[in-house]
């Protein structure tokens, strides 16, 4: 059995954490520079907010009081999203952070009568000790415990816990779920399953599988066997990205190329960092900039370029080297740009890295990736980067954000600590 943890509203209730006079009004979290809407209260949900809503749309609404606008503030929810797992992670051997809000937990050898009060408990512990509410979804499938969770979340009788451990329940479940709403379905697949006659995930399970295999192929296999109970995703020891992309929208449009370029090292030197963080390296570095879509009177220019790496490698030196490169074969003047990123892909273990014979220097691998060590340690305990590049900005990566509503860091700065009087 598998149990999907999901915390409810999680930007959100980080935020009623520490303010609890938010509790029962209609909160809203933006994006970055403060853009549009990218978590929601019920009460923001009641009154008809949707996600991706741009902020300016319903300023008036936070102008007047009927809501709460919240800035993003990713490293207080980042670090109570880790105080959260590393609960989940004391109470069960086998865990899997799937994002910062959800985690599948393996309930392999516990006894299925006491998995619901395990779990509710597990629930109550977390509440107490963080004060984030959370739902928990347990089923055969990683696929039908998300199901579960949805109604854990939805409907209060559960208290927090929904368990589809019977056939009984799981054709209930299943009836009951828009198709949209099935985990590897989504918004774009959904359309086109309707028009086939597909309306919920219990029309899904019933098809024939070589219906499914026509035209779904083997993702759509793996999402009908999981439906109808067999384990098809298993659990993962290690989270294996594919890529990882940092990006920002810029808080004014931007057209100068050096101060662009700044912006883009600042990306790329992120993507280098975490690649270090999980022990992976990459060979693909993907530079891509945006002008702002939306100012229709404006020429529009969306670019990306690639450079692909002749050794993978995870140090900032060549990861940021690359990103400008491929930076200065799309940039072009005359455009205004909203919004610049750095993905690296084709990712590989560390320890799986083959050198290239062609053009691969190990002294200066071995110097470069030593550097960026080094730097790891000291600007560990820094708020903004101790040591950098000098084609990167000074300050934080993410400094020049706008971010007019942002709460306190209270968990993790001195400085911002809450104030009791």
Known sequence: MYALVDCNNFFVSCERVFRPQLEGKAVVVLSNNDGCVVARSNESKAMGIKMGTPFYQISRLADSGRIVACS????????????????????????????????????????????????????????????????????????LAKIASHFAKKYRGYKGVCMIDTEEKRRKALELTPIEDVWG??????????????????????????????????????????????????????????????????????????????KVSDFAAQCAKKLRQEGTAATDVTTFLYTNRFRTDMDQYFPSATIRLETAASNTQEI??????????????????????????????????????????PALRSRNDSLSRIMDRLNATADAPLLRLASQNEGHYASGIRSEHRSRRYSTSLDELIEIK
């Open 72 to 143: 993003s503030n990713y490293t207080l929810y980042g670090d109570m999203s880790a105080r959260v797992m590393s609960i989940l992670a004391d109470a069960l051997p086998r865990i899997e952070i799937y994002s910062i809000d959800e985690a599948f937990l393996v309930l392999d050898g516990i006894p299925e009568g006491r998995i619901g009060g395990l779990c509710s408990s597990l629930a109550a512990r977390i509440r107490k000790w963080t004060g984030i509410p959370v739902s928990i979804g347990v089923a055969p499938t990683k696929t």
């Open 185 to 262: 379905v989504g918004r774009k697949l959904g359309p086109k399953l309707r028009e086939s006659g597909v309306r919920t995930a219990f029309d899904y399970a019933l098809r024939p599988v070589e219906w499914i295999r026509a035209n779904y192929m083997l993702h759509g296999v793996r999402t009908w066997m999981e439906l109808n109970g067999t384990v098809c995703l298993e659990a993962e020891t290690e989270t294996s990205r594919k890529s990882i992309c940092t990006s920002r929208s810029f808080a004014e449009m931007m057209d100068g190329e050096d101060e662009i370029a700044m």
């Open 320 to 361: 940021v080297a690359a990103a400008l490169r491929a930076f200065r074969m799309i940039f072009r003047h005359g455009y205004k740009y909203k919004k610049a990123g750095v993905t690296v892909s084709n990712i590989v273990p560390a320890e799986a890295v083959q050198a290239s014979i062609f053009g691969f220097d």
